[in-house]
């Protein structure tokens, strides 16, 4: 048993010449140059291990008194073993001390680190360890990879320290090596504790010019490629232009959703931070660049926040016709991600005063739709769709046909919930029609959503009039259209009004499997949707027969428009 081994030179000389034998080697590094080795990695333990290790050192009582707090604990040691020890040591010598007290003071961020003490056994003093064992390039980059949020790519990485993104890989592979960076595929993090290591050492071995000089280069970068990123989903945009040189791929649609996707922690911290310091053109460049986007990742959870934020920007600019556009999103994002129509309301007529007094007809259309959209989901279809035709006749009136799209759309769904089911399929036939025959007018991914919404408000109606073959269809084709797209949030609303439809119509075996694959569709989905997948499969599991007050469209909520 070779403990602690610093690297390979030092364990060769012991390792046996000959003869069979077993050497277990443990190390801070992953020691690569060893052969013929099977190497464990010993990372974070699974939650329910990180609790099973802190309940043998405090005992079953406490742990069991308070299974909350022991939870935090473990979470504020990251699920590292030797923190939890130390941790769970702790509180064992302070046999007065609740397990809450702990997690208290685990809190505050300033002391974790020197909480995590006991004795001479100190966790700060174990990252010392490696930490000084690095190149003065790999120290730099573990330092400053603190000023990053989520998890980082090489590209976000060089900006912190100047690298090109080929030397930066290395930089990072070092600190792999030495164990005080994880990794998942081609992206790298920091776990909490290390994060506070690191921060720890760029207090005191750099100035704060330095460390902003650095976080302000990776924010730029990351906002820059953000609209570049976005604007492949802008009807006047696509591709970046020729003259573009991004050190990252964006070269379809695709790559382009991959990147903002995997860097949304990172790019949302930058725009947090420019609209903080008043860089008011720059938040609403960055909104306006992903508001077709969204669409495509609807229920992430912050656009929100993105578009409230943007909309103040603009205000702040004094411009009534972006300050309107930003209104809209921002109404759009209450609608549909956070399912509040009645808050959304007030953006939404926001918008309309600011695009009347800008004399912004497209503007104007948008306030109309959103707010046609709300006063649907509030049950006063008169009044939405009276708002609605007011939207479709400024869209025909611009000639937007993407306006009119969603005008169009949102009054098959304004009848469907009326109860006027024949009326809504002939008015989605109708509008089916309308994108086919305008061809490339319409963006293709613009098109294709288009047709998704279509397909899942025409199944609901179907299912609705007991034509279950027609439902299965046509929600089946929305469901192809989500999965191919990579949109699970509309994705999984589809599984669910076709489990819906299922079990209303005695199908339960092919309901199960529709609520299961909606369940397994996991980050994305919409968080409604999976619990009601979830309910739903329990009842269907636990009964054997369709659950009770599931009926046609009264059982699902309403489809989904673009903004």
Request: proline share 4%; charged share 25%; with cysteine.
């Amino acid at each position: 048993m070779l403990d602690n081994a610093r690297d390979e030179a030092q364990v060769r000389p012991l390792l046996p010449g000959s003869g069979s034998g077993m050497v277990i080697v443990t190390s801070r590094r992953m020691l690569t140059g060893l052969e013929s080795v099977h190497r464990v990695a010993l990372g974070e333990l699974a939650p329910s291990e990180a609790a099973a290790l802190l309940t043998t050192l405090v005992g079953p009582e406490r742990a069991e008194a308070e299974p909350a707090a022991l939870a935090e604990v473990a979470r504020r040691c990251a699920h590292l073993p030797l923190a939890l020890r130390v941790a769970g040591n702790w509180l064992a010598v302070h046999s007065g001390w609740t397990v809450r007290l702990l997690a208290d003071r685990l809190a505050q961020e300033e002391q974790r680190l020197d909480a995590l003490e006991t004795g001479e056994t100190r966790v700060a003093a174990a990252f010392d360890l490696s930490y000084r064992q690095l190149t003065p390039e790999a120290a730099r980059m573990f330092r400053r990879l603190c000023l990053v949020e989520g998890p980082t790519a090489a590209a976000g990485a060089a900006r912190l320290t100047g690298q090109s993104v080929f030397d930066a890989e290395d930089t990072l592979e070092e600190l792999v090596e030495t164990g005080l960076l994880g990794t998942d595929q081609d992206r790298y993090r920091l776990h909490d504790l290390l994060r506070l290591f690191a921060r720890s050492r760029l207090e005191s071995e750099e100035g704060p010019q330095d460390a902003a000089r650095a976080r302000a280069a990776l924010h730029e970068w990351l906002l820059e490629t953000a609209v570049v990123a976005g604007r492949w989903y802008e009807p006047d945009h696509g591709a970046p232009p020729p003259t573009w040189q991004g050190t990252v791929d964006l070269s379809s649609a695709d790559a382009a959703r991959r990147w903002l996707q995997a860097e949304g922690a990172n790019w949302l911290a930058a725009l947090r931070t420019a609209a903080a310091t008043g860089r008011h053109r720059t938040v609403v460049d960055v909104a306006e660049a992903l508001h077709w986007f969204s669409d495509q990742w609807i229920f992430w959870g912050h656009w929100p926040e993105v578009f409230g934020t943007a909309a103040a920007s603009a205000e702040a600019l004094d411009d009534p016709v972006v300050a309107a556009t930003q209104l809209n999103y921002h109404a759009w994002a209450l609608l549909l991600c956070e399912g509040r129509p009645r808050d959304s309301l007030v953006p939404s007529a926001r918008a309309l005063e600011a695009a009347e007094r800008a004399g912004d007809t497209v503007q104007q259309a948008w306030a109309h739709h959103y707010g046609s959209w709300a006063l649907r989901l509030l049950g006063e279809y008169t009044a939405a769709a009276e708002r609605n035709a007011r939207a479709a006749r400024l869209f025909e009136a611009v000639g937007d046909l993407h306006g009119a799209l969603q005008a169009r759309m949102g009054r098959g769904s304004t009848l469907l919930d009326a109860g006027l089911v024949e009326e809504a399929l002939a008015a989605d036939r109708d509008t089916l029609a309308f994108v086919d025959s305008a061809g490339d007018r319409i963006k293709p991914h613009i098109a294709l959503m288009g047709r998704l919404n279509l397909h899942m408000v025409m199944g609901r109606a179907y299912s609705g009039l007991g034509l279950l073959d027609e439902a299965v269809t046509h929600l089946g084709t929305a469901i192809e259209l989500g999965r191919d797209s990579g949109n699970t949030g509309l994705e999984s609303r589809c599984l669910t009004y076709l489990g819906t439809a299922l079990v209303t119509h005695g199908r339960p075996d092919e309901a199960r499997a529709a609520f299961t694959r909606c369940i397994a569709l996991g980050a994305g989905a919409d968080p409604q949707r999976i619990a009601q997948a979830r309910e739903q499969l329990a009842l269907l599991n636990a009964a054997g027969r369709p659950p009770e007050g599931t009926a046609g469209t009264g059982a699902v909520a309403s489809a989904v428009e673009e903004p």
